[in-house]
């Protein structure tokens, strides 16, 4: 099957097997502007399967479009690999509010403290020893001035608090200014940082 073989309108609300395991239910994308970027569905996972396939259960989490087989004549959607390939997919993935995101989810979003000071746009995400451990925020001018900042900074996904879905964007747990003094921050944008 095609990326594009199927629009999402088609594919909501539909069940989601790997062989006879039914994984969980379709209920959604990303909208993004350029729908190249949107790579990855949401999924309301099962929770027998969560407890099973992911290192700490999560109730959604993204399906990679690239992994759907096709749509059977029972209305349900066959996935092309096995529960394995699943697993490993969402081990490549970041927690937010008790839900995971695929790297594509987050890429371009916008990153608000908690006091809702825009910081700037996700450009990239910082992986090491093979989690993701924080993103790549570019920053706008205005924070970069104010805080004398250099053009990216990298913020820990421990304060990554939520995300709003209708306004595409990431919210923090604190306010930048008190984050920035904080050692998880400062570890990351250090200097003798290198990524493992």
């Given at each position: 099957m095609s990326e594009d073989s199927f629009r999402i309108q088609e594919l909501l609300q539909r069940e989601v097997f790997v062989n006879?395991?039914?994984?969980?239910?379709?209920?959604?994308?990303?909208?993004?502007?350029?729908?190249?970027?949107?790579?990855?569905?949401?999924?309301?996972v099962e929770p027998g399967v969560a407890d099973e396939y992911m290192r700490k259960p999560a109730e959604f989490a993204?399906?990679?479009?690239?992994?759907?087989?096709s749509i059977q004549a029972d209305g349900t959607v066959k996935l092309s690999k096995s529960m394995r390939e699943l697993q490993r997919r969402w081990r490549n993935t970041v927690r937010i509010d008790e839900q995971l995101y695929s790297p594509d989810e987050l890429l371009d979003r916008a990153v608000l403290d908690s006091q809702g000071m825009e910081l700037g746009v996700v450009i990239g995400l910082v992986k090491i020893k093979r989690s993701y451990r924080g993103v790549a925020v570019k920053t706008r001018s205005n924070v970069r001035r104010r805080y004398d900042l250099e053009e990216t900074v990298n913020v820990p996904v421990g304060f990554l608090a939520r995300t709003r879905a209708r306004l595409d964007e990431i919210v923090l747990s604190r306010t930048f200014e008190k984050m920035m003094g904080l050692p998880s921050y400062l570890k990351l944008n250090s200097d003798f940082f290198e990524e493992e």
């Open positions: 006879q395991t039914r994984v969980g239910v379709i209920v959604g994308e990303r909208y993004h502007p350029n729908e190249e970027r949107v790579q990855s569905m949401r999924l309301l993204p399906l990679s479009k690239e992994l759907l087989h």
